[in-house]
């Protein structure tokens, strides 16, 4: 078991002061720092920080020995690869609107784009690896975001509510055909708009949410959202598919799953976030970033409905986990209140990455060796370890999140 140093994502959107915070540094940081990365991504990995303080790379840790850090089983399923990257995502500002592929999506795209021969870190790039994406994200603080398709039904009385000349053909697309076919319509039709429509229906609709916010409307706060993503982005798209997407509002310790093809927009709070070790996006818009329209309509999920919020699934007295069917990860979470020193055994799964976002954890392992894991640190448990126990290290409220690869067949 080993300290980890991981790196931070300096992103515009990103907050200066929540990823600080939780690491005991300088409030306010100089530049937005939007995520920290907890893994062994290519891109920016983890570094495991010996007894001596030597650091190694984890991406090369793991190439190395990849039996030894991720199990045999492991290994084997996502060929030699920790298959999961853990995050603090901090958003200060919106996030673009965005899905991401399947891995039979995600695997032929790949497939096609080396074969035409598009750099891997070319701005028009899809697919730089063969891997699908799917989410799950938990709220450290309040945490807004859109995601997912909105019952029609209720899309159609948000719209109403704010009718306009402009807007009403648009609306019988979805009133004539109040399920996923009638969505898919409306939404093609909304983003191949031309600029010069969407420069006339925009404005409209700005207007017509700023009329229901000030009646205070049924729908007030997607108005506002609606609102605060036009004032950035007055000329997208995005702004008007953001109207027919769930908007939430998630308390500290309740989550999503977003699977492949859930289309979703992070907008504001601070997070841990776990997802498959993959960089395919494809984005809707509320970006200046590459938008592959086509490409999106074939990945887009056009399921509708509410969202649903896991609040983790405890069973005496152990970790609460939040399931998903994604294979690459699972996400679990426990919380000491001030008093509480139960001790916590964690048997050796797989790959673990521990990461303590309140208080402070004693971490025990099995020859007798103990290590503290502060607020703001993760810490590596591989495969070959055997198994620790964890408990708070003082009477203080602690919190505990733990990253494991899934469940999956061989």
């Not at 920290?36 to 650091?55: Q, R």
């Not at 995601?147 to 306009?164: C, M, N, Q, W, Y």
């Not at 969202?307 to 990860?329: L, N």
Request: charged share 25%; proline share 8%; hydrophobic share 40%.
């Amino acid at each position: 078991m080993e300290l980890l140093r991981n790196a931070v994502r300096p992103y515009a959107w990103g907050s200066r002061t929540a990823i600080p915070r939780l690491q005991g540094r300088p409030v306010p940081a100089p530049h937005p720092e939007a995520e920290l990365w907890m893994g062994a991504h290519p891109g920016d990995p983890s570094y495991v920080i010996g007894p001596d303080g030597t650091e190694l790379s984890l991406l090369d840790l793991v190439d190395t020995d990849p039996v030894g850090q991720l199990g045999q089983r492991c290994a084997q399923r996502w060929g030699n690869r920790l298959p999961f990257l853990l995050k603090i995502l901090a958003a200060e500002e919106p996030l673009s609107m965005q899905a991401h592929p399947s891995a039979a999506q995600a695997a032929e795209g790949h497939a096609r784009e080396e074969k035409l021969g598009i750099p891997r870190d070319a701005a028009n790039r899809n697919y730089p690896d063969p891997t699908a994406k799917p989410e799950l994200v938990c709220a450290l603080t309040e945490f807004h975001a859109l995601a997912g398709f909105r019952d029609p039904h209720r899309s159609v009385k948000l719209l109403k509510a704010i009718e306009t000349p402009g807007l009403a053909k648009y609306t019988g697309l979805i009133e004539a055909e109040p399920d996923p076919s009638g969505l898919r319509a409306l939404f093609t039709t909304w983003i191949t708009l031309p600029q010069s429509a969407l420069d006339e229906l925009l404005p409209e609709v700005l207007d017509a949410c700023v009329r229901h916010v000030q009646d205070r409307g049924e729908f007030a706060l997607e108005c506002r959202t609606i609102l605060e993503l036009g004032e950035v982005h007055p000329r997208d798209a995005g702004v008007l598919a953001a109207l027919l997407l769930n908007r939430l509002t998630l308390r500290a310790g309740e989550a999503i799953y977003l699977p492949a093809g859930n289309l979703h927009l992070y907008l504001h709070g601070t997070a841990v976030e776990i997802l498959a070790n993959s960089d395919n996006i494809l984005r809707c818009g509320l970006t200046p970033k590459h938008v592959d329209v086509p490409e999106l309509l074939r990945v887009v999920d056009f399921a509708c409905g509410e969202m649903p919020v896991q609040h983790g699934e405890t069973a005496d007295g152990q970790m609460a986990v939040y399931h998903t069917d994604a294979p690459e990860f699972e996400l679990s979470r426990r919380e000491w209140t001030p008093g509480d020193e139960t001790e916590l055994a964690l048997d050796s799964t797989g790959p673990q990455i521990l990461l303590c976002t309140e208080g402070a954890l004693l971490v025990t392992a099995a020859d007798g060796e103990e290590a503290e894991l502060r607020r703001g640190q993760s810490m590596w448990l591989r495969a070959a370890d055997p198994q620790v126990r964890v408990r708070p290290a003082a009477g203080e409220r602690t919190q505990l999140f733990r990253a494991t690869a899934g469940t999956y067949e061989d």
